[in-house]
Each structure stands twice: as structure tokens, then as C-alpha cells.
């Protein structure tokens, strides 16, 4: 199960932070988003054993992902908000004993096993 919070309207320019809490193990956490008419994307990832982290070049020097590891809890840090930045977010876990953890596999929707309700991410201009 896992269980996101930390979305609101904010700002252009202002800063939000996104938590995501999951119960059991898992190999991966990830963050994805959707926006109005678009597909989902790949945000960011945080390989569990060892804080390995893997961003979109969209995103990449503006957002940081990171785990809290006793709680089994992943962070996402927004800073620097643009409207396009706008959408639903969703954090994501493979299971435990999940297929390698890379670059490549982050990437994709189908690594991950269980996904959150979303938290809506607004940002305007």
C-alpha cells in the first residue's frame, strides 16, 4: 500500500514537497505524473539498498528524490515550480524481489508493481 500527500496549488517558482509512505519491502521507488491529456511520465527513482537516484531530464537539477529508510518512505523536493510542471502525481514501488534496477527500468510504468491514489501537483503562472 502506498499512500501519498503533499499536493497543492502553489506558485511558479515556489517549492512543494511530496511524501509517499509504503508498508513491505520493496527494490524501487518511484514518482511519475500525469497531466491533463498527456501520458504518464517518469519523474524520478531511488534505488532502496543503497539511495541510488535517477531523475528526467525535465526535472533534473530542480527536484530531489530521497528515502527515509526506517520508515519506508520516499520524498519528493520541488523547487523551482513551472506550470508544466502541473499534474497528478504518482509514487510507485516494485516488489521486493523486482527485475534489476536501472536507468532504463526506473523508466517504465511496468517495473513497478504498486501504485498510490496520486496527489494533484498545481502550479500557476
Known amino acids: 500500500q502506498l499512500v501519498e500527500s503533499g499536493g497543492r496549488l502553489v506558485q511558479a517558482g515556489g517549492s512543494l514537497r511530496l511524501s509517499c509512505a509504503a508498508s513491505?519491502?520493496?527494490?524501487?521507488l518511484g514518482w511519475f505524473r500525469q497531466a491533463p491529456g498527456k501520458e504518464r511520465e517518469f519523474v524520478a527513482a531511488?534505488?532502496?539498498?543503497?539511495?541510488?537516484?535517477y531523475y528526467a531530464d525535465s526535472v533534473k537539477g530542480r527536484f530531489t528524490i530521497s528515502r527515509h529508510n526506517a520508515e519506508i518512505t520516499v520524498y519528493l523536493q520541488m523547487n523551482s515550480l513551472k506550470p508544466e510542471d502541473t499534474a497528478v502525481y504518482y509514487c510507485?514501488?516494485?516488489?521486493?524481489?523486482?527485475?534489476?534496477?536501472?536507468?532504463?527500468?526506473?523508466?517504465?510504468?511496468?517495473?513497478?508493481?504498486?501504485w498510490g491514489q496520486g496527489t494533484q501537483v498545481t502550479v500557476s503562472s
Open positions: 531511488v534505488r532502496w539498498r543503497d539511495g541510488v537516484t
Open positions: 513491505g519491502g520493496t527494490n524501487a
Open positions: 510507485a514501488a516494485t516488489r521486493y524481489y523486482s527485475g534489476v534496477v536501472s536507468d532504463y527500468s526506473v523508466r517504465s510504468s511496468s517495473f513497478y508493481a504498486y
